[in-house]
């Protein structure tokens, strides 16, 4: 049996976003043709052969229905210069057309949304898919990957804000 947590969701919440991540926009396109699009900083590569990872979804999600139900899913690493892409897809209560709407993308393989500016993407299709509380974890097995050659550090997150790595890369 679970005991009662000495905590709110508000101080986990901080506690975890002492983590710092990377962010990722997921696009994915349903079997009925309908788009999503979400920021999400969840993701974890899992397993490189067969090549295969992951991201949580919360089951409130406005994207929910379209990640359950689409044929194929897109995962782009941001870029520092895509930091209004983050925001925007970050937006609760713009659908997935309307989300899209002041980004630059075209359609990839099956119709999802691909946003050309991003320096790494992965694509494929949903594979397991588990639930755990209030997200699910969603499994894909990749099946198409892309890089841009970019001197541009990856956008982070860190305690609840967007950050620059004072990183220099070479191309
Ligand atoms: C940096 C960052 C990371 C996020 N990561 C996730 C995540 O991993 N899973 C998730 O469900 N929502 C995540 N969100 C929240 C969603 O992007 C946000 O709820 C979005 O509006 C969802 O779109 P929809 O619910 O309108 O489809 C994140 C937000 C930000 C700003």
């Keep these: 049996m679970m005991t009662e947590p000495l905590f709110d969701s508000a101080e986990f919440r901080q506690v975890c976003g002492h983590f710092p991540t990377g962010v990722t926009a997921v696009t994915a396109v349903a079997t009925d043709g309908a788009v999503a699009a979400l920021t ?40 520092q210069e895509q930091e209004d892409v983050a925001r925007r897809f970050a937006t609760s209560g713009l659908t997935g057309p309307e989300k899209l709407g002041g980004v630059a ?56 804000r967007f950050v620059a790595p004072n990183a220099d890369i070479a191309e």
């Design 105 to 160: 993308w075209v359609p990839g393989p099956d119709g999802v949304p691909l946003l050309p500016a991003t320096p790494a993407v992965l694509a494929g299709r949903r594979d397991e898919v588990i639930t755990s509380g209030d997200h699910v974890i969603v499994l894909l097995d990749i099946d198409h990957v892309h890089l841009k050659p970019s001197r541009v550090p990856a956008l982070s997150f860190y305690r609840g």
């Design 40 to 79: 999400v900083n969840s993701f974890t590569s899992v397993s490189l052969t067969p090549p295969k990872v992951l991201f949580c979804v919360a089951t409130s999600s406005s994207s929910f229905r379209v990640l359950m139900e689409s044929q194929r899913i897109a995962i782009h690493i941001l870029s």
